[in-house]
């Protein structure tokens, strides 16, 4: 039979809380790394330009997006449950979810889940955007001047909406391809292309 060397033991049992440290550290860093804004984190853009934001699945409030190459992507059940507002450069946002739900009580986006101003210019690339069936309103306004893109993007709900996208601009700023509009509210000065209604 074997006994332990107790002294040993003792100086192997400092050394693990090291490593179980050093392991704990070294995952926060990974994690830290993949720059993913989870659930009830505020979006942010932290550079001047060229901000990569990445939601987690779940429920994120709405966000202002100003800064030129901005790229959200929505991962899993990615919903935005507030009004998006884009007042800049170029920006994409992809797989992103945007809903309004009527139980929500503290909700701003009845009236529009995003607005586009119009010096923007944006791409949304198979995006959703959802409103309960009661709300008046549009899913997408865009400011005359405003620039949009849309591809394989759905438009869906919202029985009592005014339009889809209501843009106050020329028709060919803004584009809707390859996607859906099952609400029923037409688009006001979009070009359509492909759009399974």
Not at 33 to 41: F, P, W, Y
Not at 149 to 171: H, Q, V
Request: aromatic share 4%; glycine share 12%.
């Amino acid at each position: 039979m074997t006994t332990p060397v107790y002294e040993l033991l003792d100086r192997l049992s400092d050394r693990v809380g090291v490593f179980d440290r050093q392991a704990r550290e070294d995952s926060r860093a990974i994690v830290g790394s993949l720059q993913v804004t989870t659930n009830g984190t505020a979006v942010a853009e932290s550079k001047l330009r060229d901000n990569v934001i990445n939601l987690s699945a779940g429920d994120h409030g709405g966000m202002k997006l100003t800064k030129a190459g901005t790229i959200v992507v929505g991962s899993g059940d990615c919903n935005v449950t507030r009004q998006v507002v884009i007042d800049g450069g170029l920006i994409v946002l992809r797989g992103l979810r945007f809903v309004a739900r009527a139980a929500d009580a503290d909700r701003n986006n009845a009236a529009a889940l995003v607005t586009v101003s119009a010096t923007s210019k944006v791409i949304f690339v198979d995006c959703v955007f959802r409103k309960a069936d009661k709300d008046f309103g549009v899913f997408m306004t865009v400011a005359s001047g405003g620039r949009v893109n849309l591809l394989g993007c759905s438009f869906i709900g919202g029985a009592s909406a005014t339009n889809a996208i209501s843009n106050a601009g020329a028709g060919a700023l803004v584009q809707q391809a390859f996607g859906a509009n099952t609400s029923g509210a037409a688009h006001a000065n979009v070009i359509a292309t492909s759009e399974i209604t």
